[in-house]
């Protein structure tokens, strides 16, 4: 039998990584590979190394992303089933890749960079995994980085609800109006940077009336067949 390969993309702060680390729990041999907190991670390179966002954005218009990581020397590695991130052999926290801040980068950047090589170097990574593993991949634009997905989820909620929980997982250190405002522009960026995209097989998963992450992972269990 072949692995599967699940996509799980979801607006701003609906709890798609949440989904994903209960998936873990229900999927037998599975791994989760979080695309987002790679691309995080070379934002959080770049910007603790003082670079201005506005110039990085000018630069990351012409970058290669899989050669800034080389650079940085940027590595994935996966432990207990998840992806962890080290920057030049130092483990990184993944609280420290989803500050406020640093999420709103990420998506400014994301809307500019060119990010083809980036994407090949995912599909390498879920190639070499899905021999070995049903493979859970959280992310962005995962169609057009692995076509060959077998679910493609796209998971949402309301914004008042996306903020509730955005302001929990900031342990209330960033004021409401804030979050709620972060998330509509970062909304928009992803709007316009094509990553709210919905495929023939893409589908839509409402979690707004869930109240726990383990229902939120129902609604997605709903629609894998076990293979």
């Given amino acids: 039998m072949s692995n599967m390969v699940i996509g799980i993309e979801g607006l701003v702060g609906a709890g798609k990584t949440a ?3 209960e998936l873990l729990n229900e999927i037998p041999n599975s791994i989760l590979l979080q ?3 790679l691309y995080r991670a070379i934002v959080f390179a770049l910007l603790s190394s003082k670079t201005n966002l506005e110039e990085l954005k000018q630069a990351m218009k012409q970058a290669d992303i899989k050669q800034i990581m080389e650079k940085l020397k940027i590595t994935l590695a996966i432990e207990n089933r998840d ?17 406020a801040k640093s999420s709103m980068a990420v998506s400014e950047i994301s809307s500019v960079a060119d990010n083809q090589n980036f994407y090949l170097f995912g599909r390498n990574i879920i190639e070499k995994f899905k021999q070995s593993y049903n493979i859970i991949v959280s992310g962005r634009d995962l169609m057009k980085i692995y076509p060959n997905l077998d679910y493609h989820f796209l998971v949402t909620a309301s914004l008042e609800e996306r903020v509730r929980r955005k302001c929990i997982q900031y ?3 960033v004021p409401a109006d804030e979050v709620k405002q972060n998330i509509i522009k970062r909304d928009e960026l992803q709007e316009k940077t094509g990553f709210y995209q919905k ?3 893409t589908i839509l998963v409402d979690i707004t009336s869930c109240k726990t992450v383990e ?3 129902k609604e997605v269990l ?3 067949t076990q293979k």
């Fill in 83 to 99: 992806t962890v991130i080290y920057i030049d052999g130092k483990k990184i926290e993944e609280e420290d890749l989803q500050t």
């Fill in 199 to 201: 495929y023939d097989k």
């Fill in 215 to 217: 229902e939120s992972t």
């Fill in 19 to 21: 989904i994903c680390k």
């Fill in 222 to 224: 709903k629609y894998i």
């Fill in 171 to 173: 342990n209330g250190k």
């Fill in 35 to 37: 695309g987002g907190n």
